[in-house]
């Protein structure tokens, strides 16, 4: 039995519409709080993890593979394999700010994201010099309450940055979808699981493509 990690809240449930294209069914799945739950036919074991902690199992080997967002992925720089990317749960990231304010690439600024890793990166490449603020929860609370130049965060539709008065000043990674990951030593014992799931999963793509 395959042991995969998926991090909650909408990459879970696009994964699991996923899965009932591909003829896997989790029956429990709106009729339980567990965290873990086996698949009808009991080749899948699915582990409901934070997202940000998705990548951490899979590294640690307490799950054989994983689906996460592209931004974990890049923001904890796991030890993991990325085996295929996931036409779901698609968004970007952005930098943006206050409406009417300047984004000026030659004046030290605040930035404050959950992302410290990748603000890190994206600002180091620009030759800018900021410092970063890391935040938990909504980060468009910053520049609202001035403890922030500018955030680093995903947008996806853009109605929060919308309504909190914000418009984006850049774009990070335009492409940010869920990431089909393995645990390297998992890859080589449980190949042939593998080989099967992601031939279910290229059939699913398919399927919603055609849609």
Do not use: H, W
């Amino acid at each position: 039995m395959l042991k995969l990690a998926v991090a909650k809240g909408r990459t879970e449930k696009e994964v699991l519409k996923l899965f009932e294209q591909c003829g896997i069914y989790f029956d429990e799945y709106n009729k339980t709080r567990k965290l873990i739950l086996q698949d009808r036919d009991a080749k899948l074991e699915l582990i409901l993890t934070k997202p940000v902690d998705t990548t951490v199992y899979v590294e640690a080997g307490a799950a054989d593979c994983g689906i996460v967002g592209k931004d974990i992925l890049l923001e904890n720089n796991a030890d993991v394999y990325s085996l295929m990317p996931l036409d779901i749960a698609k968004c970007k990231m952005c930098v943006a700010k206050k409406r009417g304010t300047n984004f000026d690439q030659n004046k030290f600024i605040t930035v404050a994201t959950k992302f410290p890793r990748i603000t890190k990166k994206y600002f180091d490449e620009k030759n800018m010099d900021c410092k970063i603020i890391y935040l938990s929860g909504s980060v468009e609370l910053a520049p609202i309450l001035n403890i922030a130049d500018v955030i680093v965060d995903l947008v996806q539709t853009g109605t929060t940055l919308k309504e909190n008065d914000l418009v984006i000043a850049d774009d990070i990674i335009d492409n940010v979808s869920a990431c089909f990951i393995a645990n390297k030593v998992s890859l080589k014992t449980k190949f042939a699981e593998f080989e099967s799931l992601m031939q279910k999963l290229n059939t699913a793509m398919r399927l919603r493509e055609e849609e």
